[in-house]
């Protein structure tokens, strides 16, 4: 039992440190003088870049791993699975009164497709992969 409340506050840290960070990347840079600024041809370029990225995204998959983030109780699936492994019934119960199995599974389904989730031993559901998981969790709190 202490091993997952350690390993559930090491994760609760990484997250904390990862939106810091975040937070950090958004603020504009400061110099003495005042803020950075881009003159047109360094904008262009920026944009053409940023372009190039977006191009690399839509075809890596990386749209519907994040679509499927966007529900609240895919988060909270995703939040509990990270403490550790749980069996549907587990999760219908942490889902809340007014969850049925059919949406938990719908739900699951998505998270599994999407590659957030993989179904472990027995029947249980795991966290696929518990670094990416968490970066991604750290973003969708900075956008709160």
């Known amino acids: ?7 559930r506050q090491k994760l609760h840290q990484r997250v904390d440190e990862l939106t810091r960070r975040i937070n ?18 360094e904008l262009d370029a920026l944009r053409e870049e940023v372009v190039a990225l977006l191009a690399e995204i839509e075809g890596s998959g990386a749209t519907t791993r994040l679509r499927a983030l966007g529900h609240p109780v895919r988060l909270r699936i995703l939040a509990a ?3 550790r492994p749980h069996s549907a019934r587990e999760l219908l ?3 809340g009164a007014t969850a049925t199995s059919g949406l938990l599974y719908h739900h699951l389904q998505l998270l599994i497709s999407a590659g ?4 472990s031993s027995r029947g249980h559901h795991a966290v696929a992969d518990t670094e990416r998981t968490v970066a991604a969790l750290a973003a969708v709190h900075a956008c709160r």
Do not use: K, N
Request: with cysteine; glycine share 6%; aromatic share 2%.
């Open 1 to 7: 039992m202490e091993e997952g409340t350690a390993q």
């Open 24 to 41: 950090c990347l958004e603020q504009h840079r400061i110099v003495p003088t005042g803020p950075a600024r881009l003159d047109d041809t």
């Open 81 to 83: 699975l990270l403490d």
């Open 93 to 95: 119960q942490l889902c």
């Open 116 to 119: 957030w989730v993989a179904r």
